[in-house]
């Protein structure tokens, strides 16, 4: 007799599992029906990117500059350290000779005294806490020690602030590395960025950059007042500046950052400004209103600091923008950040 069984109807779980993966795939056809192709970003749109990763990168640059002086700076301190170091064991060498000419003296004369022998054979400070000893001794030997003992534990301690100093270099210059390492790569992204351009946009940028620039001077050198005195001095060593490119870490005389030009210019005026932007916010006579300025002044930007130029009069400043740039004037309602405060030194 022929078995008459029913279809096997499908499981809850397969018809969920099919139901909602057909709808996924209709979903998927519509968005891909109307999805439009990516569009390229405008020009403007990418000056924009740029410029943001430019800010980035100059403020990493001030950063770099900063860790780069605190090289030079235990550079300098070590090499104090170590000629302090190698003059002291001459001393020291010396006092120790004389010591060996009263042990051969008393040896021609009879024999070594037995407290100079115990001297040349064991530690001065252990020697000269036997205080009865003391009086074995003449009081030419006893000076002769004590400045034995004042030297080598001068020397110990100099010793050890070297080492110390030598491992605060090497962790310092780790960190030179990893800042340098992190404005290369802002730049990197911003010239990607650029690259996406046609040259025919990229030479619209450039003139219009130019454009504004020219524009700048001519408001600077109207009629704004000269400057004098060692501002005066300072900026008209920037001016002769005019078009030299921007470097990051650079402080001249070929290539400059925001910083390095500022600190060059007063250095030519013969005045010693520190060299990072945020250092040179902390010296002088700070002024708030862009109305008090003078020409020559620091003029200082963004809530972090990261960019100095010079006060060119007229509400512009001279300074070094950033990569791509060359040292110019600039109005300062352009800089991409706020005017905190000038500075007179």
Known sequence: MASHRRPKQPSRTRVTVLTTAAAAAVALSAN???AA???????DQVKSKVDKLYEEAEKATEAYDG??????????????????VARGQDELNTLRDGLGSMASAQYRTGGIDPSVQLFLSSNPDDYLD????????????????????????????QRKEASDKLKDLAATRTELGKKKKEVQAKLGQAQKLLNTLTAQDKAAL?????????????????????????AGAAFQAAQTK????????????????????????????????????QE???????????????????????????????YAGNGQILHAPRTGTV????????IGGPFEFGVRV
């Open 130 to 157: 036997k205080a009865s000893t003391l009086d074995q001794l003449s009081s030419q030997q006893v000076e002769t020690l004590k400045k034995v003992q004042e030297k080598q534990r001068a020397l110990a301690q």
């Open 206 to 230: 450039a003139a219009k950059e130019e454009r504004a620039s020219r524009a700048s001077a001519r408001s600077a050198l109207g009629d704004a007042k000269p400057a004098s005195g060692r």
């Open 32 to 34: 891909a029906a109307g």
């Open 67 to 84: 860790v780069k002086e605190k090289q030079k700076e235990l550079e300098k301190e070590i090499s104090g350290l170590q000629d302090n």
């Open 327 to 334: 040292v110019r004037y600039e109005s300062m309602s352009t």
């Open 280 to 310: 040179q916010a902390n010296i002088g006579t700070r002024i708030y209103s862009q109305s008090d300025l003078q020409v020559g002044d620091l003029v200082f930007f963004f809530g972090d600091l990261h960019h100095v130029g010079l």
């Open 242 to 277: 005019i078009g030299t490119p921007y470097v990051y870490g650079a402080s001249g005389p070929s290539s400059f950052d925001c910083s390095g030009l500022t600190s060059w210019a007063y250095a030519q005026a013969g005045v010693s400004i520190p060299r990072t932007s």
């Open 37 to 43: 192709p990516s569009e390229k970003p405008s020009k």
